[in-house]
């Protein structure tokens, strides 16, 4: 079994390691940087909306390679060519909502990660239901100080 982990471990990194190594467009400027996995609920179990501020999160820095197989963040860069991979300027968490183009809802979801390269800026995120994906980070609403109130209830 934990071969079978480490192997599917090495699978989600180098997915995620070839995403961003390219130029991250397809020919009608389409990103390839999208990622949805709802069902990727050991490492990223449901999150209580009450505590969703104490959800971990990586700001203000590249993660590390431990970070990326924790359930700390979703992507990871190492010394992959990603030269130009630089950390948003954001603190994190962040309460937001997307339009998920899988399932056609408005999805309230916790920001975790946000990583902005020559081609585009792309967020980390965590499903309140569990599991996680990447979005390009123009797609996604951040809840002001008063929304956050509206949907927490405090």
């Known amino acids: 079994m934990?071969?079978?982990?480490?192997?599917?471990?090495?699978?989600?990194?180098?997915?995620?390691?070839?995403?961003?190594?390219g130029s991250g467009f397809t020919a009608k400027g389409q990103s390839y940087n999208n990622w949805n996995c709802p069902d990727a609920k050991k490492l990223f179990p449901p999150i209580n909306i009450k505590l969703w501020a104490n959800t971990p999160a990586v700001y203000g820095r590249l993660p590390t390679y431990q970070e990326s197989q924790n359930g700390t963040s979703l992507m990871y860069f190492g010394n992959h060519g990603m030269t130009d991979a630089r950390p948003y300027d954001m603190t994190l968490p962040r309460l937001a909502s997307f339009h998920n183009q899988y399932t056609k809802t408005i999805d309230t979801v916790v920001v975790i990660q946000v990583?902005?390269?020559?081609?585009?800026?792309?967020?980390?995120?965590?499903y309140l239901t569990?599991?996680?994906?990447?979005?390009?980070?123009r797609d996604f609403h951040f809840f002001s100080d008063e929304e956050v109130k509206e949907t927490v209830g405090y």
């Open 2 to 21: 934990k071969k079978l982990t480490a192997l599917s471990n090495a699978w989600f990194l180098m997915i995620m390691i070839l995403m961003f190594i």
């Open 115 to 126: 990583v902005k390269t020559a081609h585009d800026t792309i967020a980390g995120f965590r």
């Open 130 to 137: 569990g599991g996680n994906g990447t979005h390009d980070f």
